[in-house]
């Protein structure tokens, strides 16, 4: 049973240029969370997913933007690049968003923005 | 911000167990507390969660004072692969995202 998948594992842009981020949850999981990591600190809850909608949302300007597909897959959409977006960005899927179940995160994809 | 406070970092010997405080003293009746911990350059793991009992699985124990004001994450046999940041969060059962403090770095050695 594959896990929380993501893609690219590494990705370098430009500031100001776009980028999409994709996540495929666990099996049996329907919903999808992202969250970003800067250097030296824990996760910040970026946004929620569930039924193709957006459920939550944390601190995170409009440049920040994500989707659901109808097979639970995500992505995540960052436009008009700043070097501050340079982070670790983590999926991490559930069952339901209202269940005391853990979420379960994949290994990330590293986005360098120079 | 984070509702949790932990030390930022600890040392355990191999072999010996690994007790992790985290304080929550503003702790709601209805939120539990979740352990993650994350080993270097991975996504966080689950490791354990409870309300107001004791917990124990096959990785850890988590034991909560009576006052949930606080608990300790117990890793009973530390070994190598144990180094890692460990977060101790609280979070209602109804549809909240987890929010990260900065955890605890625990660095096993042998």
């Known amino acids: 049973d594959a896990g929380v998948t993501q893609s690219p594992t590494h990705l370098i842009k430009t500031r100001g240029q776009q980028v999409t981020l994709r996540c495929s949850p666990k099996s049996g999981h329907d919903t999808v969370s992202w969250y970003q990591q800067a250097l030296g600190q824990g996760p910040q809850f970026i946004f929620q997913y569930y039924e193709e909608e957006e459920r939550q949302r944390g601190n995170f300007p409009d440049r920040f933007s994500g989707h659901q597909f109808p097979n639970y897959s995500s992505e995540l959409n960052v436009n008009a690049l700043l070097l501050g977006d340079s982070a670790l960005y983590l999926c991490a899927s559930s069952p339901t968003p209202g269940a005391s179940y853990e979420q379960y995160f994949g290994p990330g994809t590293r986005l360098t923005v120079t | 911000d984070a509702k949790t406070t932990q030390p930022p970092s600890m040392d355990c010997a191999e072999g010996r167990a690994a007790n992790l405080p985290c304080n929550h003293s503003t702790i709601s009746g209805n939120e539990y507390v979740y352990w993650y911990r994350q080993i270097h350059s991975q996504g966080p793991q689950y490791i354990i969660h409870?309300?107001?009992n004791n917990e124990t699985n096959e990785m850890a124990s988590l034991i909560i004072t009576e006052d949930r004001k606080s608990s300790t994450l117990i890793l009973p046999h530390a070994t190598l692969r144990d180094t890692a940041v460990y977060y101790c969060?609280?979070?209602?059962?109804?549809?909240?995202?987890?929010?990260f403090g900065k955890g605890t770095t625990l660095s096993v050695s042998s």
């Open positions: 409870g309300l107001k």
């Open positions: 969060i609280v979070r209602v059962v109804i549809g909240t995202a987890l929010i």
